[in-house]
Structures are given as C-alpha cells and as structure tokens.
C-alpha cells in the first residue's frame, strides 16, 4: 500500500521543537495505520488516508473478528492538523480495545461513545463509522455516528446505506442503531469522510453522485486500483484539500 505521505527521513537541517513534535506525531501516525490485508479468497480491502497537514484527524483500520469476519471503521475528529491528530490517536486507541469484544458495531460505537465522554476533551468529537463484515454469511453489519452514508454499489447502481448518528465524545447516554445488509459478489461498499466530498462535490449531483460514477465507470477494477484511481482523481481537482479526506473500500469477490 503506498504510504499517505513521504516517509519521515532524517534532515540535515536541525529542526524547530515544533517541527520536531509534528515529525513524531507524523511517524506515530502512520505507524497506527493497518498493513496490507492478507489476500482473502472473497473479499478485497483498500483504504488511503489523505490529511490536508503534515498529520490529521482522519483515521481507519481494518482487522479480522474469529474466523470469518473482518471488521473496519474509519473516523474523522473534529479539527485539523496536530490537536486533532492527537485526539484521533485517542479515539484509534479505544477502539483498538473495543473491536477485540466482538459485540455488534453499535454496541461498540456505545461503549467508545460513553469512554470517550468520560475522558472528555472540550471542544473535540468524533465521527465514526464501524462495519463487520460476516464473510460466511456474506452480510454487513453498520453501526454510524455522524460519517457520510456509505455508498454501496451492485450491478452498476449506487444505494447509500442510509443511518444516521450523532458524533462519538458528545452526548451520554446516547443511542446508536444498527442496519445489517446482505452483500453479493460484485458488491463494492466505499466508507469516505467528509473531507473526500468536500473536495470532490462541484455541485453537479453532489460528492456522492460523483463517487457513484466513478465506481460505475470501472466495473472489474480490483480494490486497490479503484483506490489508487480515487486518490489521482483528487490530486487532479483545481479545488485544494482543506479537511482531511479519508476512505475505505471493500469489494466483495
């Protein structure tokens, strides 16, 4: 997987203590995201992480649940730049705990939801989407907290997967619901946060219209080339990244 940004080398010219934390952040950062996924016989994964700084307050994962089941979330903390990478490495840092329970996606949004509160920072949030996907049973289970409805795409049409969620580190007690989908072969499910529609939304149809389009317009690609596609397309757009864009996509095989 090619890595979000240049990788943190050594300078010959001696750094300023504020270059010197981002630098760190930058290394910590991008030592938290996933490796490569090991090749499964049905199912694809690729994700890319684009921060509009050095480091950013986007995030995801990936990572297998028991025998048959992968689970994956990406996240979006309120904020830009170092602050907010710090609060999305608490958030990261809790869920890695969390996903290893089992429970299904909207219990686990629960408890990040009511530890996040707890260990309150004033000003931060958290949006957050959580999926299992039952490989065996070929289902998607979805729990959301305020990320953009993922889009998913069958046969060359695009539905959202409509639940909405109030932001994780807000509100407590706070209720979270759950949709379960039943996944085909061909099925291509792409988790984004707002930073990618915000870049990508011209106004013709909406950042969701477009990124059905282009789904559509690329019905064999693997996984990987659909992502590496998605990224050129955003380096192309005369509009600058002013928010962290971040996505995730599955393709069921």
């Given at each position: 997987m090619p890595r979000p940004w240049p990788s943190a080398r050594r300078s010959k010219r001696k750094l300023s203590p504020d270059e010197y934390q981002l630098r760190i952040a930058r290394i910590v950062q991008e030592g938290l995201l996933p490796p490569p996924l090991t090749s499964l016989p049905d199912l694809e994964v690729a994700a890319r992480f684009l921060p509009s700084r050095g480091?950013?307050?986007d995030f995801y994962d990936y990572f297998p649940i028991g025998p048959s089941s992968l689970g994956a979330y990406v996240g979006d903390v309120q904020g830009k730049g170092l602050e907010a990478a710090m609060y999305a490495l608490l958030v990261s840092g809790l869920?890695?705990?969390l996903n290893k329970t089992g429970n299904d996606p909207s219990a686990v949004i629960d408890a990040?939801?009511?530890?996040?509160?707890?260990?309150?920072?004033?000003?931060?949030?958290?949006c957050l989407g959580y999926a299992v996907i039952d490989r065996a049973a070929r289902q998607l289970f979805f729990a959301n907290a305020g990320l953009p409805f993922p889009l998913l795409q069958r046969n060359g049409a695009s539905e959202p997967v409509r639940?909405?969620?109030?932001?994780?580190?807000?509100f407590d007690p706070c209720q979270f619901d759950q949709v379960t989908t039943p996944l085909l072969p061909g099925d291509r499910i792409l988790f984004y946060t707002d930073g990618l529609g915000d870049v990508?939304?011209?106004?013709?149809?909406?950042?969701?219209?477009y990124l059905a389009a282009y789904l559509a317009s690329q019905p064999n690609a693997s996984a990987t080339a659909l992502?590496?596609?998605?990224?050129?397309r955003v380096a192309r757009r005369p509009r600058p990244l002013l928010d962290d864009a971040t996505f995730l996509l599955l393709r069921i095989l």
């Open positions: 480091v950013g307050g869920m890695r705990g990040l939801n009511r530890r996040l509160c707890f260990r309150n920072v004033p000003g931060k949030f958290c639940l909405t969620g109030s932001p994780v580190g807000l990508l939304d011209h106004g013709r149809g909406g950042a969701e219209a992502a590496d596609g998605l990224v050129r």
